[in-house]
């Protein structure tokens, strides 16, 4: 059998793809004996006999074509067999008829079209390899933060590179109204969907996201990024205002005061990425009557009823109370609907006593404190709305023993008695 000869050096013709992001060298490796087979293939009928072997750090290509000795004069096939005089002359001077004789192809010697045509299948394999690549990787990466540079400004959308220039879309309608954009920006968004339509990857981001906020909270504030704080809740009207509600896994940690920052310093910078937008943060509470009360701060409620089969609230305030829950434009109560998952309405408690009313947080020389969250967690948040409210429902509610209600009821009468 013939000794193997050296390979020939194909560097030249696929050097251009020894280096591609994304691809790990055994794919490369398979993609280009694929890429020789499909020609050979084309050029011999079939690439059964053939043995391919390709080095893509050095660029060297080696093919051989195994043939059938048989006797002079019986080649049926010159693409399957090889006389038995032929093969001794091609350094098998040994071999015999029925053997194996293994040939070395110079696939230089196939001519440009031949070498043309493995660069463009080559080619084409790369390029569907990339694109799956690309695909799969920002698919992981659905709802992580990403940073580009703006490269086209159009009237719909504008498109972004990262720093390994791949193409990321922000479409209008996921772009902070408030937001400008100019070629050489630098952008932060989240990846916000992820499809491979065609075997054409679009990689989709977003700037009004929920999601992007949340992102914006765990990069700046470490607490989050730890896991000492999670979010539990996000709304957002872009650009305008938005709402998060925030729990401490540690109770030495305050939760709003870690998002805040010292005089504000954490949340400005996420106040700046937002262009402006005002954020709220209130601390997260299981009870769906306290998250409301505190999903509508600044506003002071004086009572609450719940329907949570329904998930609807009428919420009960002060005349002057009303615009402070509603907001501009509404903007504040559609936020709290949106954070607590609650249809609120608003209604102005029209009591005739209503005005003298007295907030149970003036009581706390009287009453433990203990007691005054435990009665604000029923959405008594005055004294009128506990004292509206049955004792025994008082006592079911609220978990409170019967001695103590009644001295909170003895208490609140005492204070309008007098």
């Not at 793809?17 to 087979?37: A, C, P, Y």
Request: hydrophobic fraction near 40%; aromatic fraction near 6%.
């Amino acid at each position: 059998m013939a000794k193997r000869q050296e390979a020939v050096n194909m560097a030249d013709q696929f050097s251009e793809f020894k280096e591609l992001k994304n691809i790990d060298k055994i794919t490369l490796i398979s993609v280009l004996e694929e890429s020789f087979r499909s020609v050979l293939a084309k050029m011999f009928g079939n690439d059964d006999n053939f043995d391919v072997i390709v080095n893509p750090d050095k660029g060297d290509c080696e093919i051989y074509q195994n043939l059938e000795v048989v006797p002079d004069g019986e080649v049926e096939n010159p693409n399957k067999e090889i006389g038995l005089s032929d093969a001794r002359a091609d350094e098998d001077p040994d071999c015999e008829v029925g053997e194996e004789h293994t040939r070395k192809i110079d696939f230089t010697k196939f001519g440009r079209r031949a070498i043309l045509n493995l660069r463009q299948t080559l080619a084409s394999k790369i390029l569907d390899l990339q694109k799956d690549a690309v695909y799969n990787k920002f698919k992981e990466l659905e709802g992580e933060l990403v940073s580009g540079e703006v490269y086209q400004v159009w009237k719909r959308e504008v498109l972004l590179l990262d720093d390994e220039k791949n193409e990321l879309l922000l479409p209008k309608d996921q772009q902070i109204p408030t937001d400008i954009y100019r070629k050489g920006d630098s952008v932060r968004a989240v990846i916000h969907n992820v499809d491979n339509k065609n075997n054409n990857p679009k990689i989709t981001v977003s700037r009004t996201s929920d999601v992007f906020l949340r992102r914006l909270f765990e990069l700046e504030v470490p607490e989050i990024h730890d896991g000492l704080i999670v979010i539990r809740a996000v709304a957002r009207v872009p650009g305008e205002r938005a709402k998060i509600a925030v729990e401490s896994y540690d109770d030495r940690i305050d939760p709003v005061g870690a998002c805040v920052g010292v005089k504000g310093a954490r949340i400005h910078g996420i106040v700046r990425e937002l262009r402006n937008e005002n954020i709220d943060v209130i601390p997260y509470t299981s009870n769906p009557q306290l998250l409301i009360q505190r999903a509508l701060s600044p506003a002071k409620i004086t009572s609450i009823r719940l329907d949570e089969e329904s998930k609807h609230a009428e919420v009960f305030l002060k005349p002057e109370e009303v615009s402070l829950a509603i907001g501009k434009g509404g903007l504040n109560i559609r936020l709290a609907s949106m954070l607590t998952q609650y249809d609120i309405d608003v209604y102005r408690d029209l009591d005739g006593e209503a005005e003298e009313d007295i907030y149970l947080d003036e009581f706390k020389d009287e009453i433990d404190e203990w007691v005054i969250e435990a009665l604000k967690n029923l959405g008594c948040a005055t004294a009128k709305a506990v004292l509206k409210m049955p004792r025994a429902e008082i006592i079911e509610k609220a978990d409170l023993e019967e001695d103590t209600v009644d001295n909170v009821l003895e208490v609140l009468r005492a204070e309008f008695e007098s």
